[in-house]
């Protein structure tokens, strides 16, 4: 039984690493075809923006940490989510959302933009990735690595798509910053069905 349990979670932990290495090299694939397909300028402002996206990061991670932890802490059965997590994330990424779009107009003068389109296509990327994080950290304490993992290199693929379609169409920041989002949305939709919608 011992040895079962450690076989298992060895499997999850190489699952969660090899998921966790990909992510990151689209991620770095996704930086290099943005850095291809700007001026210096453009990428300068468009770096800047994507930047202030890892604030997003830092709820998302909590709330994936969080909810992790008290699914498995509670012992939650299978098919069963914390409601209230994913309420908390809907509450804290529109937050961060609306905030982001109400200070559009000092970051387009701030970055430099040419509109303040992109700071507000900032903010809607912003409520889909910190639910994305909270539906993650459901997979995650339920020990669903697989799902999780899935996840994880499906969000990658999304933000890294939406790359590849402002490369091949030329987009400007304002299209980038729409792309990704949209991709984001993706991601968290595709996310949702894996953690089981009725579950929350």
């Given at each position: 039984m011992r040895q079962t349990g450690r076989s298992s979670l060895a499997r999850g932990g190489?699952?969660?690493?090899?998921?966790?290495?990909l992510?990151?090299?689209?991620?770095?694939?996704?930086?290099?075809l943005l850095t291809r397909s700007f001026s210096p300028a453009d990428y300068?402002?468009?770096?800047?923006?994507?930047?202030?996206?890892?604030?997003?990061?830092?709820?998302?991670?909590?709330m994936q940490y969080v909810?992790?932890?008290?699914?498995a802490a509670y012992?939650?059965?299978?098919?069963?989510?914390?409601?209230?997590?994913?309420?908390?994330?809907?509450?804290?990424?529109?937050?961060?959302?609306?905030?982001?779009?109400?200070?559009?107009?000092?970051?387009?003068?701030?970055?430099h933009l040419d509109s303040v389109w992109p700071a507000v296509w900032l903010g809607a990327m912003l409520v889909p990735f910190v639910v994305t994080g909270a539906l993650l950290g459901g997979l995650l304490g339920h020990e669903q690595y697989g799902r999780f993992a899935v996840g994880q290199v499906a969000a990658a693929v999304a933000r890294f798509l939406a790359g590849v379609v402002t490369a091949?169409?030329?987009?400007?920041?304002?299209?980038?910053?729409?792309?990704l989002a949209v991709g984001?949305?993706?991601?968290?939709?595709?996310?949702?069905?894996?953690?089981?919608?009725?579950?929350w």
């Open positions: 190489l699952l969660l690493v090899a998921a966790s290495v992510a990151n090299a689209l991620g770095y694939g996704l930086t290099v300068g402002a468009l770096g800047a923006l994507l930047g202030a996206a890892l604030i997003g990061g830092i709820p998302a991670g909590g909810l992790a932890r008290r699914t012992r939650l059965a299978a098919g069963t989510n914390e409601r209230s997590g994913l309420l908390l994330a809907l509450a804290v990424g529109g937050g961060l959302g609306g905030l982001t779009v109400l200070l559009s107009p000092a970051a387009k003068a701030f970055f091949a169409l030329g987009l400007s920041v304002a299209g980038a910053m729409a792309a984001t949305l993706l991601a968290a939709v595709l996310v949702w069905q894996l953690s089981g919608p009725a579950s």
